[in-house]
T-cell receptor, first 112, second 115 residues
Framework: KAGVTQTPRYLIKTRGQQVTLSCSPI?????VSWYQQTPGQGLQFLFE???????NKGNFPGRFSGRQFSNSRSEMNVSTLELGDSALYLC???????????FGEGSRLTVL | DAKTTQPPSMDCAEGRAANLPCNHS???????VYWYRQIHSQGPQYIIH???NNETNEMASLIITEDRKSSTLILPHATLRDTAVYYC????????????????FGTGTQLKVEL
């Protein structure tokens, strides 16, 4: 079956712009989580959505937001981009809120 | 969530067993031990998880000490494709403090498998 799909895979933005990243979970999975990976901070949890509701949020500023749609697809948005937002953004899905997490290949964001 | 401690790097000869240790001395009773790995520039991949009994699947074995304060991931016959960063994570299941899919990744162990 198809894995977790993230789009776009690569993108370049400039400071002050905003960006929207998309994640399509594995069919039947209802939980979607987002992570940020940078060389300095490693893998850090952003937020988790389940049944269209945010269930957990990491320690990130309000510029980072997300949502989940009724078909479990999810988007995350970063407004007023800063250079430090350059990172690999990973989406992961699971059937419910425990058990195995399946990660996508990520969206690599470069902010100039 | 309990924190984990892993060696930053390890080397292993191809075909030999790779034994990756993890300390989680503050683990709570409802916390499971999970292992993921991340091959360069890819998303993390689930390997195995367990509570207190040893576990084995087609990828690896997980040995958890009786006091649950440490564990070892064993790749029985390492290949070059096993070169990756391996993350040991403790994760609560259920209850009021169940963390859902909020995983706390440490810095992991960079395993290098060589010929």
């Amino acid at each position: 079956k198809a894995g977790v799909t993230q789009t776009p895979r690569y993108l370049i933005k400039t400071r002050g712009q905003q960006v929207t990243l998309s994640c399509s979970p594995i069919s039947g999975h209802r939980s979607v989580s987002w992570y940020q990976q940078t060389p300095g901070q490693g893998l850090q949890f952003l937020f988790e959505y389940f049944s269209e509701t945010q269930r957990n949020k990491g320690n990130f500023p309000g510029r980072f937001s997300g949502r989940q749609f009724s078909n479990s697809r999810s988007e995350m948005n970063v407004s007023t981009l800063e250079l430090g937002d350059s990172a690999l953004y990973l989406c992961a899905s699971s059937l419910d809120r425990i058990g195995e997490l399946f990660f996508g290949e990520g969206s690599r964001l470069t902010v100039l | 969530d309990a924190k984990t401690t892993q060696p930053p790097s390890m080397d292993c000869a191809e075909g030999r067993a790779a034994n990756l240790p993890c300390n989680h001395s503050t683990i709570s009773g409802n916390e499971y031990v999970y292992w993921y790995r991340q091959i360069h520039s890819q998303g993390p991949q689930y390997i195995i998880h367990g509570l207190k009994n040893n576990e084995t699947n087609e990828m690896a074995s997980l040995i958890i000490t009786e006091d649950r304060k440490s564990s070892t991931l064993i790749l029985p016959h390492a290949t070059l494709r096993d070169t990756a960063v391996y993350y040991c994570i403790v994760r609560p299941h259920g209850g009021l403090t169940g963390g859902g899919n909020k995983l706390t990744f440490g810095t992991g162990t960079q395993l290098k498998v060589e010929l």
